[in-house]
């Protein structure tokens, strides 16, 4: 007989065989399928996060105690915290490869993270981040841009842009994120979202990664004002019991002349929400510009390397031009020693910055902590116990994704005008949306004094259904039907006009050519006229309204082209200022006025 060796020959009429034969090919199968499932699992999370995430992990909250104690007050929420946050035992990414290679993982927990936690929510993830937290377009080359989910081609805005996107795409219930020059309040903005930088310095920065510490504050996001006002109740000292206070609404006219978004979808929207709510004064109006330099007088100096003083939005420029010396002495401060030794690979747009700060010298660094400390008191005179000042948010709609031209000075300075002023005052603010305008979001933003937490973010609870419903109403409104009018009637109101024009009474002037529109609304020269003394009130946005509609009826109307590009110059939209100079120039080639605006502008939107 043949000797056997091991385990013998295998019989392959033994049904035993087969069995075993069977269980082994199904367990392959099932392997397959199983790892199959799981890429495609994490390829659908990948798509559902929108690329917010940089790290995806879960933090559970502490233990709920046992009854009859109270339910935490965020048990149940889910939140992410942007890649600047401290969390023990894995490393404080700042949004750059080379900063997450060159540092140790956390040996502790961020004081806000761990008070979040403690309060029943759940953290999932760190999200992606503006590299060191420089820039307001929410891109980063390394790890991808956060897809916005409401216009997928455009920017999110940033630096916080994957918390922001994270809430607006619905994957977690609100996110921390950073606020600097705007870090918080342009995401939600982009994002259609509300977004909330408190008062500077009330939410504890310990374990935070910073940028510049007297500008940064820590901010989060959320879909629903009831949730933002819960989070706000863990991290902010806030007082329970506070006294009932009517409120009054001062809204900036001369700063919503930034925004080409019509008022009637924003000022109106507030205003006609307050006549029907109850503790609300009617609104008041003021010339916010005019007000900063009327009481910060440190900024007179700064003031000076910028053309036409006497305009409010000058001091604005001035003021934001002051938040970016600071932000660069503050940075290199911190950061100089690890940049020049590690040398880190950087975003074209964050290396200049990046590069500006690191060799930047500063001659005289009070001059900037004195433009701050005048901004609070300045605040505070103007909106006292019971003011929240109105703003756009932010000016212009998101910008496409990869834009060539990137970030111009234009959308630079109208963005920044409007960011500066809580980063400047400390001031707690709040951006609330208001639903769109050409399929882009738009929002609104409330400034309250330093330390009025409690009130802006009560405030935000009372009213937000009141502005969601007034904003979906004004979205479905008809325009006004046109009248026509007596020609004879409207051409001696005209000359009214001009006669007021000339006596310098501009208001006067505006009321005799409005009459005359009325009365005949197809003459150009009513429309320029009246936009010549709006130019005079400082009322840029009309002026340029009025130009449009005179040109539109009369292609070669000079005045009103320079008139619209003086108007569009004095906004900052410095291209499309120079294209009227320019078609002025076209029409009369001779015109010094032109010439001398072309020339201005030419280096501005090279």
Same mark, same amino acid.
């Given at each position: 007989? &043949?000797?056997?060796?091991?385990?013998?020959?295998?019989?392959?009429?033994?049904?035993?065989?087969?069995?075993?034969?069977?269980?082994?090919?199904?367990?392959?199968?099932?392997?397959?399928?199983?790892?199959?499932?799981?890429?495609?699992?994490?390829?659908?999370?990948?798509?559902?996060?929108?690329?917010?995430?940089?790290?995806?992990?879960? *933090?559970?909250?502490?233990?709920?105690?046992? &009854?009859?104690?109270?339910?935490?007050?965020?048990?149940?929420?889910?939140?992410?915290?942007?890649?600047?946050?401290?969390?023990?035992?894995?490393?404080?990414?700042?949004?750059?490869?080379?900063?997450?290679?060159?540092?140790?993982?956390?040996?502790?927990?961020?004081?806000?993270?761990?008070?979040?936690?403690?309060?029943?929510?759940?953290?999932?993830?760190?999200?992606?981040?503006?590299?060191?937290?420089?820039?307001?377009?929410?891109?980063?080359?390394?790890?991808?841009?956060?897809?916005?989910?409401?216009?997928?081609?455009?920017?999110?805005?940033?630096?916080?842009?994957?918390?922001?996107?994270?809430?607006? +795409?619905?994957? $977690? !219930?609100?996110?921390?994120?950073?606020?600097?020059?705007?870090?918080?309040?342009?995401?939600?903005?982009?994002?259609? %979202?509300?977004?909330?930088?408190?008062?500077?310095?009330?939410?504890?920065? %310990?374990?935070?990664?910073?940028?510049?510490?007297?500008?940064?504050?820590?901010?989060?996001?959320?879909?629903?004002?009831?949730?933002?006002?819960?989070?706000?109740?863990?991290?902010?000292?806030?007082?329970?019991?506070?006294?009932?206070?009517?409120?009054?609404?001062?809204?900036?006219?001369?700063?919503?002349?930034?925004?080409?978004? &019509?008022?009637? =979808?924003?000022?109106?929207?507030?205003?006609?929400?307050?006549?029907?709510?109850?503790?609300?004064?009617?609104?008041?109006?003021?010339?916010?510009?005019?007000?900063?330099?009327?009481? $910060?007088? @440190?900024?007179?100096?700064?003031?000076?390397?910028?053309?036409?003083?006497?305009?409010?939005?000058?001091?604005?420029?001035?003021?934001?031009?002051?938040?970016? *010396? *600071?932000?660069?002495?503050?940075?290199?401060?911190?950061?100089?020693?690890?940049?020049?030794? /590690?040398?880190?690979?950087?975003?074209?747009?964050?290396?200049?910055?990046?590069?500006?700060?690191?060799?930047?010298?500063?001659?005289?660094?009070?001059? #900037?902590?004195?433009?701050?400390?005048?901004?609070?008191?300045?605040?505070?005179?103007?909106?006292?116990?019971?003011? /929240?000042?109105?703003?756009?948010?932010?000016?212009?709609?998101?910008?496409?994704?990869? @834009?060539? =031209?990137?970030?111009?000075?234009?959308?630079?300075?109208?963005?920044?005008?409007?960011?500066?002023?809580?980063?400047?005052?400390?001031?707690?603010?709040?951006?609330? &949306?208001?639903?769109?305008?050409? !399929?882009?979001?738009?929002?609104? +933003?409330?400034?309250?004094?330093?330390?009025?937490?409690?009130?802006?973010?009560?405030?935000? #609870?009372? /009213?937000?259904?009141?502005?969601?419903?007034?904003?979906?109403?004004? +979205?479905?409104?008809?325009?006004?039907?046109?009248?026509?009018?007596? /020609? !004879?009637?409207?051409?001696?109101?005209?000359?009214?006009?001009?006669?007021?024009?000339?006596?310098?009474?501009?208001?006067?002037?505006?009321?005799?050519?409005?009459?005359? %529109?009325?009365? @005949?609304?197809?003459?150009?020269?009513?429309?320029?006229?009246?936009?010549?003394?709006?130019?005079?009130?400082?009322?840029?946005?009309?002026?340029?309204?009025?130009? @449009?509609?005179?040109?539109?009826?009369?292609?070669?109307?000079?005045?009103?082209?320079?008139?619209?590009?003086?108007?569009?110059?004095?906004?900052?939209?410095?291209?499309?200022?120079?294209?009227?100079?320019?078609?002025? *120039?076209?029409?009369?080639?001779?015109?010094?006025?032109?010439?001398?605006?072309?020339?201005?502008?030419?280096?501005?939107?090279?």
């Amino acid at each position: 007989m &043949p000797k056997q060796f091991g385990l013998g020959k295998i019989s392959v009429s033994n049904p035993k065989v087969w069995v075993v034969i069977g269980v082994g090919v199904a367990g392959i199968v099932i392997l397959a399928e199983t790892r199959r499932r799981r890429r495609l699992r994490v390829r659908k999370l990948e798509t559902e996060a929108f690329g917010a995430f940089i790290e995806r992990f879960e *933090l559970l909250p502490f233990p709920q105690p046992p &009854p009859p104690a109270a339910r935490l007050l965020l048990s149940g929420l889910t939140f992410a915290v942007k890649d600047i946050f401290d969390v023990k035992d894995y490393v404080t990414g700042f949004g750059n490869p080379d900063w997450k290679r060159t540092h140790e993982v956390s040996g502790k927990t961020a004081v806000v993270v761990t008070a979040l936690l403690k309060n029943g929510a759940t953290c999932v993830g760190k999200t992606v981040m503006d590299e060191l937290a420089f820039g307001i377009t929410g891109e980063n080359v390394h790890y991808g841009t956060p897809t916005n989910p409401l216009m997928q081609s455009h920017i999110p805005g940033g630096s916080s842009s994957g918390s922001a996107v994270a809430v607006a +795409s619905g994957i $977690v !219930d609100f996110a921390l994120g950073t606020d600097t020059l705007g870090c918080v309040r342009t995401p939600a903005s982009f994002c259609g %979202i509300l977004g909330y930088r408190p008062s500077h310095g009330v939410v504890s920065t %310990i374990g935070v990664l910073p940028n510049s510490q007297s500008l940064d504050t820590v901010g989060w996001f959320a879909r629903d004002p009831a949730i933002l006002h819960r989070v706000g109740n863990i991290l902010l000292p806030l007082k329970q019991l506070e006294p009932r206070r009517t409120r009054c609404f001062i809204i900036a006219d001369d700063l919503f002349q930034l925004s080409k978004v &019509p008022k009637q =979808k924003t000022v109106q929207v507030v205003s006609k929400v307050t006549d029907n709510l109850s503790g609300y004064q009617p609104p008041r109006h003021v010339n916010f510009g005019q007000h900063i330099a009327a009481n $910060v007088p @440190s900024l007179r100096g700064f003031r000076e390397q910028l053309m036409n003083m006497q305009n409010g939005i000058s001091t604005l420029k001035a003021l934001s031009s002051v938040m970016f *010396l *600071l932000q660069r002495y503050e940075f290199k401060t911190n950061h100089e020693e690890w940049v020049k030794s /590690m040398k880190p690979r950087l975003g074209s747009d964050v290396s200049d910055k990046v590069n500006a700060a690191i060799t930047a010298t500063h001659a005289d660094i009070k001059s #900037l902590y004195k433009v701050r400390t005048e901004m609070r008191a300045a605040l505070r005179s103007l909106l006292k116990d019971d003011g /929240m000042l109105v703003v756009p948010t932010v000016a212009d709609p998101p910008l496409k994704l990869n @834009s060539k =031209k990137g970030l111009s000075t234009e959308f630079q300075e109208r963005a920044f005008a409007l960011l500066s002023i809580a980063s400047m005052s400390g001031c707690c603010q709040v951006t609330v &949306p208001l639903g769109k305008h050409d !399929d882009c979001p738009i929002s609104v +933003s409330f400034i309250a004094f330093h330390g009025a937490d409690k009130f802006l973010l009560d405030t935000v #609870l009372d /009213m937000y259904s009141s502005l969601q419903e007034q904003a979906r109403l004004v +979205s479905h409104s008809s325009p006004l039907p046109e009248r026509n009018g007596n /020609m !004879d009637a409207s051409e001696l109101l005209k000359e009214k006009g001009n006669a007021a024009y000339k006596g310098r009474q501009w208001n006067k002037a505006v009321g005799y050519y409005s009459e005359a %529109i009325n009365l @005949s609304e197809m003459n150009a020269t009513y429309y320029c006229n009246r936009a010549a003394a709006y130019l005079e009130l400082g009322c840029f946005q009309e002026a340029e309204d009025d130009c @449009s509609k005179a040109i539109s009826l009369d292609k070669k109307n000079v005045k009103a082209y320079l008139r619209r590009g003086t108007a569009r110059e004095s906004r900052l939209f410095y291209k499309e200022a120079f294209e009227d100079f320019k078609h002025a *120039l076209v029409l009369e080639p001779q015109n010094k006025a032109a010439s001398l605006a072309e020339k201005r502008l030419r280096p501005l939107i090279s």
